[in-house]
């Protein structure tokens, strides 16, 4: 008799732990339109030119990732735990980018 494993317990694919990340990194590009719009009303010009810059990378390099992963059929838990801590790590590592 075979022992058939879960769907649940097995390995998680890098495919799918990068469509996560990708994901995340979009979302954390959009998220700096608010400060920019902010440094524009402050008239802190280069504030906004360097968000704006670093906001693009950001965005774009997870648009990418999530363009070549491809939209994945099904996450499984693990697979979004282990998406979700990396592509944290990553949105810090992005947003400690100085772009002068």
Known sequence: ????????AAAPTPRRIFY???????AGGLAAI??????????????????????LVTAGSGGLIVLAAGRPER???????????????????FGSIHIS
């Open 1 to 8: 008799m075979a022992i058939r494993t879960l769907s649940w």
């Open 75 to 93: 996450l499984r838990p693990k697979e979004s735990f282990a998406g979700v801590a990396l592509a944290w790590v990553s949105v810090i590592a």
């Open 34 to 55: 608010p400060a920019i719009g902010v440094s524009l009303i402050y008239a802190e010009g280069t504030t906004a030119l360097h968000l704006g810059a670093t906001a």
């Open 20 to 26: 996560i990340i990708g994901v995340v990194l979009v």
